[in-house]
Every structure is written in structure tokens, then in C-alpha cells.
């Protein structure tokens, strides 16, 4: 980060992880090098040009790990394994030398809230109730249908999978973020092992000290090979409470999570983990967490983690009802409100992720911004918001061409089984009538909008393979790819490199406060990131109509126009402001306002 227009006062906590921009990568949807229709190893490599010239800092990698991929790699057989449908350890550590020689870095995925059912570990856990490993899961004995107060009459073997002759009830309520109980049957040992998501993802017991020496070694011979950090998935759900108690909240996202998001051991976990292992490395900690505050950010922060993912913003558009499976409809007021939330409480202390996309959700140009008239100009106006408030961006791939959801026309379309579990329970229970419901639903929330492959180019499949694509190709790869963005100059690509190059350049976009301005506008989201000798205002209009902007007094005057999404040339803030539909502005302050 050079010092141009910044001060090289000793005042802010620096890390490197601070400066950093990651960039996610989906394996399996980014580049195929071999024509088997599926994203791997060897393809990443072939494009670490690109990342490098994009100006990106750190790829996270999403799991490679050996997996039979009923979660597409969350469901990990062996930590110590490349699935060799990916590549090879050898094709691994040259994608992590490859990033390193371009000064670019690498996080892996941390899977370890659960694993597949067919690890080692849960083969011999689930091969004897007298196992060593038995209590590297957590198995429970059911209930008897006295003990639930259910009648002969009301119960019904089949929504539980149970085999003919087993009449009994799993051992709590709780239900698995993946659609149906959390609770499966084992016919071996006669007992129900816990899944908070698919049945073949058995949850790990982290009450068992041998299994948390396991999982620090692991990561440890992870650090060793010479990986930069983790993202740590779901992993505020790691710890259960003492007898798994029903749950007593009938909002929680899923029933039982009262109980199991941020559960009583949590923080002695974290702090465990990162004693035994983290501290001994530059490591940056990313944890995704199903519902996490901001005090509770700031604990994690003390526990040594270098930030959480924030999903506040992403459960706006949720309907009233049912979750992530419903649709409701998001307001400026609640985004701009939620994230200013985040900004001024981690201000002080901790730090902030920043994201709208990720492998588990929509396309954020169809989902916040506008993906038909407006999408060039929407995208670019997300880019900034992404990239100047404080924090760490976390870009997914595609985003920088202003990739949209898949217009799925069939549920053979989809391949996530998260979107098939949900929409079967939702039928079954008839909270879904007709495919036609089904399918509006499934275009808005599926996680496999995010996961169709990357558009390279125009020709058969977007360039991702020359086999058949292992999931269909956005029709709208003609138009919208890679290759035609770096041949337009005004392409969302551009964009986001120039916001790239200005991050390295002034330290404010990094280090700078941040400040809201007219919090109460209905269309135009207006704020300052201001240092001792820097200030940045940004201003947003959040609409597909124009607008006039009264900027605040202190901020009008000479000012340098770093960025504008509509490619204007003009600097100096006015006393009133003219924004197209979707415009954005960043200005930097010849004289800024200082505490």
C-alpha cells in the first residue's frame, strides 16, 4: 500500500489481513482444465494471471478436501486428502506456490462443525457403541413415543426414515438447516447421531478432548504446508448444550437453534484453538456464523479471531414467515441501518467482513441491485459500496463482471441439496401449492444461482469446459463474460480494478472512520471515511429513478473525483448533487473534516 495522499502515522492497529481483498473461489465452478465438466485445481492455476491482474491480495478456497460431495466438498472424508476429482496434492501445493509468487495469499475452508459420513471417524464412531471413536459424535437414544406425549395414532414412522418394527422419536426437536429433523437412525447400534445439516454430515462432538486434539494437528499440518488462513464454516454451532434440551424459540432460523448457535462452550473453544494453534502463525481467521452479534463479534474478536461474517444484511429480503424459504422484500433503510450497525460497533475494536455474495447466496445484482435495465450500473454501485466502507472485502467469483441469478425453468435444473431438501419439506408440508411457486422461489434463493459456472468468454459452455458442464451455463454468457469486460472500457470489470488500485493507494479506504450522512433518505445512501489528514465522502443513489442530493455543508467544495460509476470527469462537491439512476461517487476531500 504506498503512502500517496495518506499518513504514515503509527496510529492504526495494522494487519495485513486489514488491507487484504479475498477474493472466493467455487472449485468446481471456476475452470475446467480437463473436459470432465467439473471446475479443478489445475484450471485455478491456469488463471492466476487474471486474479493477479485483477489486484486481488487472497484467494479462500472452498473445500478440495476428499469428499463423496453430497454438499459439494462440505461433507469432508479425509482433511488430509485432495479429492481427485479436483486434482492432486502436487496440482495443490503449485496453486499455493503459483499465488505466493504473485504476493498473493491462501485460505482454505475449515469444515469442522461436521464431516461425511464416510470419514474414518464416523465409520468406526458408528461401528460400536463401545468404540474409541464413539464419542467423536454425538449419538443419543431415542424417545419413546410415551416420553414425547405422541399417540400410536399420531405418529408416523416415515417422516423420520425409521426401518419397519422402530416406533420411537429422536432423542430432542431441533431441526437441520438443510430441511426435516436433525436426528437420523442408525440401524448398526440402534442409536440417532445429530446432523444440523444432512444426514450425511454428522456433527462432531466437541465435548471430546481427543477430538479437538485431532482438529488442532490438522490444522497445524494445514499452517505447515504453508496456507495463510482459514474460513472457519458455521463454527459458532460447534458447541451443544449440556442434555440437548428442546428448543424454546419458535423464530430461531431453524427450531433448536436457541441452543446450538453460540452455545455454552463456544468462546473456551475459540480461545482453545487459538492458543493451541493460531497464535503460532500470521494467520487470518474468517468464522461464518449462523447468527452472531455485534458484542458477540467483538467477544470472538478477544477469543483471536481476526473477524466473523455478518449475515444481518443478507435476511432482509425474507419473508415474514419461514425463513430463508420465503421472499420478502428489502428496503434501503434496512440495509444502510444494518451495516452502519456493524460499522460504528466494530469501529472501535474488532475488525469487519464485507460481502453480498458468496457460494451460499444469490447473485447480489439480482438480489440488491437492478439485473436488466441497470445491471452495468447497479453492479458497479454494489463494487463501491463493497469496497469503501471499513473493513475486509470479500469478492466472489464472477462478481466482477456483474454476474445474475440462473433463470431455472425445472427443478432437474438444480443440483444443490439444500434447495431440493427445503423444497421437498415445503411441498410436503404444503407452505409450496404449485411449481410455479416453487420455481419463483428457487430462482430468488437457490444457492446454485451462485454456483453456475464462470463466464470466461463467448464460446460453447462460457469457456469454463470443453466437456459438458457438471450444472448449466447462464444462458446470458454471451454477452456477459470475461473477455468481453476487459475489451470495455467501461465494463464493470474496470471498475472494479480502478476501486482495486485506489484501495492500494489511499489508506483511508482501509483505515478510515466511517461516518453516515442523512440516514433517513429514501433512495441515496450518502457517508465519509475520514483518518487525521484523509477523507472520503461516498455517495449512492440506491435507485432506478434520478435524483438531486444536498450533500452536508462540511463535505461541499474542492474535492478530487476518484470514482464514478457513469465514467464522469468532473470533481468538486456542489451544494446540490445530480445523481443518474444507480450512481455512484466517491470523492476525496481537499481540505477533510477532522475530530
Not at 437414544?141 to 423420520?160: H, I, K, P, Q
Not at 447480489?364 to 452495468?376: I, T
Amino acid at each position: 500500500m504506498s503512502e500517496s495522499g495518506t499518513s504514515t502515522t503509527p496510529e492504526y492497529d495494522r494487519e495485513w489481513w486489514k488491507e487484504a481483498v479475498v477474493y472466493q473461489i467455487y472449485p468446481r465452478s471456476f475452470n475446467d482444465s480437463n473436459g470432465d465438466g467439473v471446475g479443478d485445481i489445475p484450471g485455478i492455476v491456469e488463471k492466476l494471471d487474471y486474479l493477479d491482474e485483477l489486484g486481488v491480495d487472497v484467494v479462500w478456497l472452498n473445500p478440495v478436501y476428499e469428499s463423496p460431495g453430497v454438499d459439494n466438498g462440505y461433507d469432508i472424508a479425509d482433511y488430509r486428502a485432495i479429492n481427485d476429482r479436483y486434482g492432486t496434492m502436487a496440482d495443490w501445493e503449485e496453486l499455493l506456490a503459483g499465488l505466493h509468487d504473485r504476493d498473493m495469499r491462501l485460505i482454505m475452508d475449515l469444515v469442522v462443525n461436521h464431516t461425511s459420513d464416510e470419514h474414518a471417524w464416523f465409520q468406526r464412531s458408528r461401528s460400536s457403541r463401545d468404540s474409541e471413536y464413539r464419542d467423536y459424535y454425538i449419538w443419543r437414544e431415542g424417545r419413546s413415543l410415551r416420553e414425547a406425549g405422541v399417540s400410536e395414532a399420531e405418529f408416523d414412522a416415515s417422516e423420520y426414515h425409521l426401518p419397519r418394527g422402530v416406533r420411537e422419536l429422536p432423542p430432542n426437536d431441533w431441526e437441520s438447516f438443510f430441511g426435516g429433523s436433525a436426528w437420523t437412525y442408525d440401524e448398526e447400534t440402534g442409536e440417532w447421531y445429530l446432523h444440523l445439516f444432512d444426514e450425511r454430515q454428522p456433527d462432531l462432538n466437541w465435548q471430546s478432548e481427543t477430538l479437538r486434539e485431532e482438529i488442532y494437528e490438522m490444522m497445524g499440518w494445514w499452517l505447515q504446508k504453508g496456507i495463510d488462513g482459514f474460513r472457519m464454516d458455521v463454527i459458532n454451532l460447534i458447541s451443544k448444550p449440556e442434555g440437548l434440551p428442546d428448543g424454546d424459540d419458535s423464530d430461531a432460523i431453524v427450531r433448536g437453534a436457541d441452543q446450538f448457535v453460540n452455545g455454552p462452550n463456544i468462546h473456551e473453544y475459540i480461545s482453545e484453538m487459538h492458543d493451541r494453534v493460531l497464535s503460532n502463525y500470521d494467520a487470518m481467521t474468517v468464522g461464518e456464523m449462523a447468527e452472531v452479534t455485534v458484542d458477540e463479534a467483538l467477544r470472538f474478536s478477544e477469543d483471536g479471531m481476526s473477524m466473523v461474517f455478518n449475515f444481518d444484511h443478507l435476511r432482509l429480503d425474507f419473508g415474514p414467515e419461514g425463513g430463508r424459504w420465503t421472499k420478502g422484500e428489502w428496503t434501503l433503510d434496512g440495509l444502510r441501518s444494518t451495516l452502519t450497525e456493524w460499522q460504528e460497533g466494530l469501529e472501535a475494536e474488532g475488525w469487519n467482513s464485507l460481502h453480498f455474495n458468496n457460494h451460499d447466496e444469490p447473485r447480489m445484482v439480482s438480489r440488491f441491485g437492478d439485473d436488466g435495465e441497470y445491471r452495468r450500473e447497479s453492479a458497479k454501485l454494489l463494487a463501491t459500496l463493497l469496497l469503501t466502507l471499513k473493513g475486509t472485502p470479500f469478492m466472489y467469483q464472477g462478481e466482477e463482471i456483474g454476474m445474475q441469478n440462473y433463470p431455472f425453468s425445472s427443478l432437474t435444473e438444480v443440483r444443490d441439496v439444500d434447495t431440493l431438501n427445503n423444497v421437498r419439506f415445503a411441498r410436503e408440508s404444503g407452505r409450496l401449492e404449485t411449481d410455479e411457486e416453487v420455481l419463483e422461489l428457487v430462482q430468488h434463493r437457490s444457492r446454485d444461482n451462485a454456483r453456475t459456472p464462470m463466464q470466461w468468454h463467448d464460446d460453447e459452455h462460457a469457456g469454463f469446459t470443453n466437456g459438458t458442464p457438471w450444472m448449466p451455463v447462464n444462458p446470458n454468457y454471451t454477452e456477459v463474460n470475461v473477455a468481453a469486460a476487459r475489451r470495455d472500457e467501461r465494463s464493470v470489470h474496470r471498475y472494479y480494478r480502478h476501486l482495486l488500485s485506489l484501495r492500494d493507494e489511499y489508506e483511508v479506504f482501509v483505515y478510515g472512520d466511517y461516518t453516515l450522512h442523512t440516514p433517513d433518505h429514501e433512495q441515496v445512501w450518502a457517508y465519509s471515511r475520514v483518518t487525521t489528514d484523509a477523507e472520503l465522502f461516498v455517495v449512492l443513489n440506491f435507485d432506478g429513478t434520478a435524483t438531486t442530493y444536498a450533500p452536508p455543508a462540511d463535505v461541499v467544495g474542492e474535492a478530487e473525483l476518484l470514482a464514478s460509476n457513469y465514467g464522469l470527469a468532473t470533481g468538486g462537491i456542489g451544494e446540490t448533487l445530480d445523481l443518474s439512476p444507480w450512481e455512484a461517487r466517491v470523492y476525496l476531500l481537499d481540505d477533510p473534516v477532522t475530530a
